[in-house]
């Protein structure tokens, strides 16, 4: 498969006329990997949602994380991690959107990771507060990552605020 990676200040190929980064990027939507990645299903039981559409998979999460640009590996790293631990609990698209949030947030803010743990539940915790899950929760995830709730609220609220700077256009 050969696709080329798109600039996150390039114009979005959905052809929305908005740069990518205000669009397909956050949203998780990647249009020119879904046309390219053929459907083989999901490896869990999970089902897609009908608004995601047949084409948002494992494999196609995994060429998403793969042909974007990070700025360190360890950051690839992380992307990799979290679309392993969110499988199960969340739909592909919401584990696109944690890929892609991630992905903006650590070209943007290059954080420095201690442990990769902190930022695995964090990113979940946002996304999870974001679509309103319930069942995700700090405490379940300081139990899930062995991390503490304090360092789970800390980096959520950072990646959080800059979820709303980008949706706000700032």
């Given at each position: 498969?050969?696709?080329?990676?798109?600039?996150?200040?390039?114009?979005?190929?959905?052809?929305?006329?908005?740069?990518?980064?205000?669009?397909?990027?956050?949203?998780?939507?990647?249009?020119?990997?879904?046309?390219?990645?053929?459907?083989?299903?999901?490896?869990?039981?999970?089902?897609?949602?009908?608004?995601?559409?047949?084409?948002?998979?494992?494999?196609?999460?995994?060429?998403?994380?793969?042909?974007?640009?990070?700025?360190?590996?360890?950051?690839?790293?992380?992307?990799?991690?979290?679309?392993?631990?969110?499988?199960?609990?969340?739909?592909?698209?919401?584990?696109?959107?944690?890929?892609?949030?991630?992905?903006?947030?650590?070209?943007?803010?290059?954080?420095?990771?201690?442990?990769?743990?902190?930022m695995l539940a964090a990113v979940e915790y946002a996304i999870g507060s974001m679509h309103g899950v319930a069942e995700v929760t700090q405490s379940a995830l300081s139990a899930k990552y062995n991390v503490s709730s304090g360092s789970i609220a800390q980096r959520?609220?950072?990646?959080?605020?800059?979820?709303?700077?980008?949706?706000?256009?700032?």
């Open positions: 498969m050969n696709l080329r990676k798109i600039g996150r200040n390039e114009p979005c190929p959905c052809g929305s006329g908005k740069k990518y980064k205000h669009c397909c990027l956050l949203t998780g939507e990647a249009p020119q990997l879904q046309a390219a990645a053929p459907n083989t299903g999901s490896p869990s039981n999970i089902r897609p949602s009908a608004d995601q559409g047949p084409s948002l998979n494992a494999e196609t999460v995994q060429t998403l994380i793969e042909v974007l640009d990070w700025p360190q590996e360890i950051y690839q790293s992380v992307a990799e991690q979290l679309a392993g631990q969110m499988a199960g609990a969340f739909d592909w698209q919401r584990i696109t959107e944690a890929v892609a949030l991630w992905h903006a947030y650590a070209s943007h803010e290059r954080p420095q990771i201690r442990k990769v743990d902190v959520a609220q950072k990646i959080t605020e800059f979820a709303e700077q980008m949706k706000n256009g700032k």
